[in-house]
């Protein structure tokens, strides 16, 4: 506790005062200046709860940590086991997977969208020296081109359940796989209705984390697509930062947002902490 008490002075103090200012600013119709503020009680949150863009927002956190999960419990787990085995491929899928994970997530976000730019993006290049200009086209400039490509970007960063997996799988029994192995069972039947299974434990950590993490995309999003065009692809930390830097009395508004979100989040943590307890008994 000697230890601890600084440690729990200082993030108690941070965070708690941090949402104290955001709760007390969020009833506020204030500028960035915080003078004349003007007490308009709950309307920023009404307002926020009713504006149709923020509720695309939070939409567009819940598909794309969707579609995550989905990449993570397929793409994440089928890598993880060919690592696990030693395939020869090893080092490939590591610089492929993993490395995007290990890089400033800033960074690979802005490569990504460079290389889907209309004048000189590498992809559009590439279609035109392959003979294939026709199908050149503003990937970022349109809606659906532009959700697509934060959902491909989305699978090359499964760096972390692929960790995940991997760590868990060394820790089952070999004697089952062994067995199993024995009485004829292929590798597709092992990895389907035995290893998945038994990593039950890990795929309930994999979705609740990876449900967390996208409310903390807002690099992943913003420095690729921009949450363009027109809000298409806006998660809320995009859309909080949108309102943020926009002229005018809008912190109380911003700050009323971020409360909302973290509410959301604070419930996600909260179920994953009970999921994680249940599963350790």
Not at 129 to 148: C, E, K, M, N
Not at 251 to 274: D, E, N, P, R
Request: proline letters at 4%; glycine letters at 8%; charged letters at 10%.
């Amino acid at each position: 506790m000697v230890f601890l008490v600084p440690l729990l002075l200082f993030y108690g103090t941070y965070f708690g005062y941090g949402f104290w200012f955001l709760a007390g600013t969020s009833t506020k119709q204030v500028s960035l200046s915080f003078v004349d503020a003007i007490d308009v009680g709950w309307n920023n949150y009404v307002l926020t709860l009713t504006d149709p863009l923020f509720m695309r927002a939070l939409l567009n956190n819940l598909v794309f940590a969707g579609f995550s999960i989905l990449a993570s419990l397929t793409v994440g787990f089928i890598v993880a086991m060919l690592l696990a085995v030693g395939v020869r491929l090893k080092r490939t899928l590591y610089v492929i997977f993993l490395l995007p994970s290990l890089l400033p997530l800033a960074l690979f976000a802005t490569v990504f969208g460079r290389m889907l730019g209309t004048q000189y993006g590498a992809l559009n290049e590439t279609l035109s020296a392959v003979g294939l200009g026709s199908l050149r086209q503003d990937w970022l400039g349109q809606a659906p081109t532009a959700y697509a490509a934060v959902c491909v970007l989305l699978v090359y960063l499964v760096g972390l359940p692929i960790m995940y997996y991997h760590a868990d799988v060394e820790a089952i029994d070999l004697s089952v796989i062994e067995s199993a192995i024995m009485d004829g069972a292929g590798p597709w039947r092992i990895f389907r209705t035995m290893l998945f299974p038994l990593l039950k434990t890990t795929h309930r950590t994999v979705i609740l984390a990876v449900l967390l993490s996208s409310f903390r995309a807002f690099d992943v999003v913003w420095f690729s697509t921009g949450g363009g065009p027109s809000g298409a692809t806006a998660i809320t930390g995009t859309y909080l930062y949108g309102k943020t830097v926009a002229a005018g009395p809008v912190i109380g508004y911003t700050s009323a947002t971020a409360v909302i979100t973290l509410l959301i989040a604070l419930v996600i943590s909260v179920i994953q902490i009970v999921v994680q307890r249940r599963s350790e008994r």
